[in-house]
């Protein structure tokens, strides 16, 4: 996944080995992370599959129970391991993961810091972006969530990227050795107006810092605090909604308004007409997904201000 050590590098151009962590596929909504094993056996509703056949298989490949069925094997990506990963607390999406990275202007070389490592999700995001010279130091109050982080971050092939400190940031602040030299700041904190001060003097100038609040009062106090020593402050709620696309046939089930969709060629002789029917009535369709995911929280931005 990541360009750390070349001869532990987990991409898909490299094969598997005993002691990978591989995402194990069945379907966009039903995956899981698994750490390989040469004499383990994983059992699902697909039947027994053996670890010793994914050995030395390419990631992304296709591999088969002993009923013939099949799961893919994936690389533990970013993006694939915040659907999987256990939820020690809340974590963040996708959609804010992106949308932090790209608002935080975090490139390769950057130096970040974050306060709130919780589950790891986006912190795993924030090492590969500030990968292969960055680096990321994350902070916790609490030490047996940090210790479990430090294992997935292990797993995942980031460990060398990111260091995980125990510390109290909303009531003792950053430590004074990065003055001046953080890149991007990000706070997930109760009470993140509290920490914005310290915070301010770890920014280089002209560094950004985020703030991620699940209430509209924590946004409201931060962005008070925020005024004093940044400028550029500006406040997001992303929703996202995805859509199935697939395959349907078009008959009287389906409805536009009540009445049944027109079908123009329901005159086919006798002869082959269910053949024809099954053709002419399948078409593509598009829907939104059942389960949209509602609100997480609110995205603040804020752009340290430039001494004169």
């Not at 700041?185 to 915070?199: H, K, N």
Request: charged share 20%.
């Amino acid at each position: 996944m990541l360009p750390t050590d070349p001869t532990k590098k987990i991409s898909f151009t490299r094969c598997i080995t005993d002691g990978d962590l591989v995402i194990v596929y069945e379907r966009h909504d039903a995956m899981k992370a698994i750490k390989v094993c040469e004499d383990s056996v994983l059992q699902n509703r697909f039947g027994v599959f053996k670890h010793s056949d994914w050995i030395g298989k390419p990631f992304g490949s296709k591999v088969f129970s002993n009923k013939g069925k099949f799961v893919y094997l994936l690389a533990p990506t970013p993006e694939l391991w915040t659907l999987v990963l256990s939820h020690r607390t809340q974590i963040l999406y996708i959609a804010d993961i992106s949308f932090v990275i790209m608002y935080l202007e975090i490139v390769p070389g950057c130096l970040v810091l974050e306060s709130g490592t919780g589950s790891g999700s986006l912190t795993t995001s924030l090492a590969r972006a500030a990968a292969p010279t960055g680096h990321v130091y994350t902070f916790d109050f609490h030490e047996q969530r940090a210790a479990s982080v430090r294992q997935d971050f292990e797993q995942t092939g980031v460990s060398s990227l990111v260091t995980v400190r125990i510390r109290d940031i909303q009531g003792e602040g950053f430590p004074d050795e990065f003055l001046g030299m953080a890149d991007s700041v990000f706070l997930d904190l109760p009470q993140p107006w509290l920490t914005i001060p310290s915070a301010g003097k770890m920014l280089k100038q002209d560094g950004v810092l985020c703030s991620f609040s699940p209430c509209i009062e924590q946004v409201q106090r931060t962005c008070e605090s925020l005024r004093l020593n940044f400028t550029d402050i500006r406040t997001f709620e992303i929703r996202l909604r995805t859509y199935e696309v697939r395959q349907g046939k078009m008959d009287g089930s389906l409805d536009n308004g009540g009445g049944s969709l027109p079908c123009k060629r329901k005159q086919h002789s006798i002869e082959g007409s269910n053949e024809q029917d099954n053709q002419s009535s399948a078409a593509v369709m598009a829907r939104p997904c059942g389960e949209a995911k509602g609100h997480t929280g609110y995205l603040t931005f804020a752009r340290l201000k430039c001494l004169s």
